[in-house]
DNA sequence: TTGAAAATGGACATTGACATCCTGTTTTGC
DNA sequence: GCAAAACAGGATGTCAATGTCCATTTTCAA
């Protein structure tokens, strides 16, 4: 139900907040997050041309985020690559269901509206900082502490 | 978000079911639900195989719902022509988010569960019931009436 | 100044969703 | 039995999503 495109730039914007601010170049986005790196780039660009990327050519360029992560909800990375539409008028063209969609639409658009909801509630900084679960991207937790450290060298 | 497909077999399904028990022809389920007619034929075949609905050929023939209309969720025909994928091992194959899943995809696996659940609690027969809402697939709510009298003649 | 690193953009391949068409098969009514 | 109604299934076409490749541009540092 998530497109494949949507599954990557999450990836990839959850990699980039893991270790904002310092700049990641395409190649260890690419390898961190098992995205073909010359489709990674096209899904970078995107990001990029809807401000959510800012990114840097040349040597020790790279791609960071425009946002902090906890200002930065999945919602807004979904909407960039992939809008979540919303269903505001009767697809069949009916004119009667104009405004007041029928039951079968209705519920279509809650099914959307639960999911925009909740992607809106949820910033990438959540992401990395949950509690109970294992660390994205990272086969082991251990391995947070060790890039926390390797962060600023 | 919902593929077309899906859109379509749902609307097939609640003509039938606006129609149950009389049978209808893959021309009427098309003309009303505005399905292209042999991507319909399509669907329905789809729906048949997966035991939603039965047909049956010759004069006279056509469409019906192998289940009552109150006994049918809109999950089943969802699941049917295009099954909702939960998150169930990490997309990366990291081994150890195997059981427990990173809070990325443990938020995505949410919203899934979320429409899951809201599809398995929505049956067909709501859907043609519902009172604030307008008739699905009609134009003009008087029709619904219009139906009931025509239906068994 | 020159070379290496890195993103950019355009062109091209591949795949699956969506859609159409045609022929065959089953069924009914005469 | 025959003709018409109706679904079944295979072949084919189209287009957008996905994925790849390469030449170009930008940037930095030696």
Do not use: W
């Not at 190649?27 to 489709?39: F, G």
């Not at 009767?90 to 007041?100: A, E, W």
Request: hydrophobic share 35%; proline share 7%; glycine share 6%.
């Amino acid at each position: 139900m998530f497109s494949q495109t949507v599954e990557y730039a999450l990836r990839a914007v959850v990699f980039l907040a893991d270790h904002a601010p310092t700049a990641c170049t395409t190649d260890q986005i690419s390898t961190a997050t098992q995205v073909p790196k010359p489709y990674l780039s096209k899904v970078l660009q995107n990001l990029g041309r809807n401000n959510i990327v800012r990114s840097q050519r040349g040597i020790g360029g790279g791609v960071t985020l425009v946002k902090m992560p906890n200002e930065l909800t999945i919602l807004e990375v979904v909407n960039a690559v992939e809008p979540i539409e919303r269903i505001h008028t009767c697809p069949l063209g009916l004119k009667s269901h104009g405004t007041q969609l029928c039951p079968l639409h209705q519920r279509m658009d809650e099914a959307l509206e639960m999911v925009e909801k909740s992607f809106k509630q949820t910033t990438v900084a959540e992401m990395l900082s949950e509690p109970g679960g294992s660390h994205p991207l990272c086969e082991n937790p251990k391995a947070v502490a060790y890039k926390q450290v390797k962060k600023r060298q």
